[in-house]
């Protein structure tokens, strides 16, 4: 499965076919499995924390590794794993539960229960709820802390007893929950469910930035409102004094730069100028009217 450096100025190191490694090119390389080393297919698809079970005794599949779970989806960490080895796989609008997965009756050592939950997007921020929350009071803890898109990590709130999480909003780039128990026997366990969500300003399953975000650091320039959320269109509605896609444009009739003036006459185009010139609208506008023939005045009220 390879090539040997032989001969007089040969250095007797195999250079190993794709596939291989090893000093003797007998083991398979990293992301290929099997008697054959055959290359493992990709497991992107399947999302955060899955990998290719590799090496000659692998079976290429794709597999949770560091994970509880090594089915369908990779949803719940094992205990006192790393913390950078327990990353939840969470979709932008996906509603997701987690649950401690040992009962808290039946632990026969303090155990720390860690799952993080994390988006390489800036843009997102949390839902955290339980749906049941049976600890023991003053015993056993479930805290939750939020690291922040610069990695600045603070403690969120901490829980204990019959009263869990339920917050409706989290800013933040990860979410980790640490289940902190003794070896008491406590009573129950717990079922939290949590869901990912647009920040506002920001829209659709990837969270794109409404019109207006990036020029003015404002949704619709801050003269309307955006359809945004994850379900939202990312379309604005603008205020009456504006239009345009970004509502960043005088609506018709209104100039100067606010767009707070209306044409001699009236907004309505059939009102402008007494319905005999043109107004010199717009954001760079003066107001002023061009009369039609015959017509005259600020308004163009007057005809000869």
């Not at 007797?12 to 008697?35: I, P, R, V």
Request: net charge negative; proline share 3%.
């Amino acid at each position: 499965h390879g090539v040997c450096s032989d001969g007089k100025a040969g250095t007797g190191q195999c250079e190993c076919d794709e596939g291989y490694t090893g000093a003797l090119c007998s083991e398979c390389g990293a992301g290929f499995f099997g008697s054959n080393c055959t290359a493992c297919p990709s497991c992107d698809e399947y999302g955060e924390g899955w990998a290719c079970d590799d090496g000659k005794s692998g079976t290429g599949q794709c597999r949770c590794a560091g994970w509880l779970s090594e089915a369908s989806s990779c949803n719940a960490c094992a205990y006192k794993l790393e913390v950078e080895r327990c990353k939840h796989p969470a979709g932008i609008g996906q509603s997701l539960t987690l649950t401690g997965s040992v009962s808290l009756s039946s632990y026969s050592d303090n155990m720390v229960w860690t799952h993080v939950i994390g988006l390489p997007h800036p843009h997102v921020y949390y839902t955290l709820t339980s749906t049941s929350f049976e600890t023991e009071s003053d015993y056993d803890f479930l805290y939750v802390y939020k690291t922040t898109i610069d990695g600045t990590s603070s403690l969120v709130q901490r829980y204990s007893g019959t009263a869990g999480p339920s917050l409706s909003r989290i800013d933040a780039a990860t979410v980790t929950i640490v289940m902190e128990t003794d070896y008491s026997l406590s009573p129950g366990s717990f079922t939290l469910a949590y869901t990912t969500q647009c920040a506002e300003g920001y829209f659709g399953s990837a969270c794109q930035p409404c019109p207006g975000v990036l020029d003015t650091g404002y949704a619709c320039s801050g003269y309307g409102v955006c359809s945004d959320g994850v379900t939202g269109t990312g379309v604005c509605s603008c205020d009456a004094s504006w239009r345009g896609l970004s509502c960043d444009e005088c609506a018709e009739g209104r100039f100067g730069a606010s767009c707070a003036s209306v044409c001699p006459g009236g907004q309505d185009i059939a009102r402008q100028c007494s319905g005999h010139g043109n107004c010199n609208d717009g954001r760079q506008g003066d107001g002023r009217c061009s009369c039609n023939a015959d017509y005259f005045g600020r308004a163009c009220a007057g005809s000869c």
